[in-house]
């Protein structure tokens, strides 16, 4: 079982949908959590930090449920522009490991 | 301004023969990260550093060696280039604290043969 573990999609969606993307993590020794976005051959870039009361950026709203050891990104009113990979982050603690899912592919359609 | 910059950005090889891919960056940082991506498992860990003359092994570092003998630039070599080498590589840096944000070259492409 990968530590990360992410829905490869592709997701489908017109634009102006919500769409939801979740990530589960294996090692609760897990201490932060990023969202990074990477376009079609481009480098990963953040995209927002994970927050364990969640937190929100304009149309993207992310969750962390320690419980269930997962994470979350939410995309609200989507832009033909949100379309790229999706990358979902986990950092240990004590240390610099750091441990990136493959990926969730969006396609925003017209 | 700051940037972190990788050479060259397409590379063609030939099995066995010895490659370096250069990293720069001006921002300063400490720390400094090596990954490959391939379809279906992400980004991982080549080999990392802390600082200048640190360097540690990640989780995919066989046949791969860095050095690190400024704050600016670190290198990854490949000691005898095999074809499952074939890969993407991305440099990336961060500041110091591990909530910090790691900072993505443009990547390199390289094709062992």
């Known amino acids: 079982r990968k530590e990360v573990e992410q829905d490869p999609g592709p997701f489908n969606v017109p634009e102006g949908a919500t769409v939801a993307f979740n990530c589960t993590y294996s090692?609760?020794?897990?201490?932060?959590f990023f969202w990074y976005r990477q376009d079609c051959r481009k480098e990963p870039k953040l995209l927002m930090s994970v927050y364990s009361s969640g937190n929100e950026d304009g149309r993207f709203t992310a969750q962390l449920n320690r419980a269930s050891q997962y994470i979350s990104l939410l995309i609200r009113d989507s832009k033909l522009s949100d379309s790229a990979t999706y990358l979902c982050v986990v950092k240990y603690r004590g240390g610099f490991k750091t441990i990136f899912g493959a990926g969730t592919r969006l396609f925003v359609k017209a | 301004d700051a940037e972190i910059t990788q050479s060259p950005r397409h590379k063609i090889t030939e099995t066995g023969r010895q490659v370096t891919l250069a990293c720069h960056q001006t921002w300063n940082h400490n720390n400094m990260f090596w990954y490959r991506q391939d379809l279906g498992h992400g980004l991982r860990l080549i080999h990392y550093s802390y600082g200048v003359q640190d360097t540690n092994k990640g989780e995919v570092s066989d046949g791969y060696s860095v050095s690190r003998s400024n704050t600016e630039d670190l290198p990854l070599t490949l000691e005898s280039a095999a074809s499952s080498q074939t890969s993407v590589y991305f440099c990336?840096?961060?500041?110091?604290?591990?909530?910090?944000?790691?900072?993505f070259g443009p990547g390199t492409r390289l094709t062992v043969l």
């Open positions: 990336a840096s961060s500041e110091g604290q591990q909530t910090d944000t790691q900072y």
């Open positions: 090692n609760s020794a897990s201490q932060s």
